[in-house]
């Protein structure tokens, strides 16, 4: 199978050649980029030294991209993908899109919290396998979720499909490492700002927020209050997220954990662990680990899930979605362990 990467310089799109040159199944024809054309990919991925030899990176032609690739990995930033995707897909592609372009089912909550949409009929399937399996089997494009989202989403998912907990004060406080800003140089970013700090920041307006709140309405059925707020913690990979809601009727830290087994049974990727997830039992790896813990008075339950940001929160699931779309084993391509210490 052909595959193309466009934004290949990136650390998402380092992450998509890295497992894309040991997938049993892949061929990587193109790695393309609007920025850094010509530039080696040694140079940019210095981890990939001695197997990506002198290839550099191409200039997007997007229609002959779309002709020659059977899937094309968008790992762009947002207002990319909505520019060329449709030339893409008339060339016969099938395109998994990392930005937010086509996450969103009404264009307008995407122009509110990022920019006026340039490709409004294009429509994707949310590239959550673990709640759109069947859809993305058929997809020709498919939106890869965000980092955020993803932990966030698989975090509350099983109780507010069965509506045990209160849907109108769900809270889910995110921790991440400086990864998931990007490749990009920003003050607050350099380590002696970063290094040996934590903050929150968009507290209550995050570009995410939307995107986990339209799937949890989803699951729900009907509308949910969603307060959501996102840190930077001085670690390069990881999302560590703490979600609070409150439950309709007590309930014992066994039967949830129950109703987690039952809703991710047979899941590849989700594991539902008897204590709370640390970033280092995921950081390496395409799993989201899950846990919980009840308050004594059985009303209360925190559920905290952890993944990779690059990973199960961009490159990875991009992959897995890849597999399911074209056939393949789900976790073809994604057997790595995690890495602990």
Known sequence: MKASIVGVAGYTGGELLRILLRHPETEVVGVFGEEHVGARLASLHPQLSGVVGERRVEKPDYGKIGSESDVVFMATPNGVAMRVVPKILEGGARVVDLSADYRFKDVKVYEKYYTKHESPHVRGVYGLPELYREEIRKATLIANPGCYPTAAILALAPLVKERMVELDRLVVDALSGTSGAGRGLREGLHHP??????SAYSATTHRHLPEIKQELERLADGKVGLHFTPHL?????????????????????EELLNVYRKFYSGEPFVRVVEGLPELNYVVGSNYCD?????????????????IDNLLKGGSGQAVQNMNLRFGLKETMGLEALPMRP
Do not use: M, Q, Y
């Open 193 to 198: 700002l970063c290094g040996e700090n934590a």
């Open 233 to 253: 913690i001085p670690v390069v990979r990881g999302i560590l997220c703490t979600a609070h809601a409150f439950l309709k009727e007590e309930r014992s830290k």
């Open 290 to 306: 899950i846990g919980l813990e009840v308050s004594e008075d059985g009303k209360w339950v925190v559920i905290v899930s952890a």
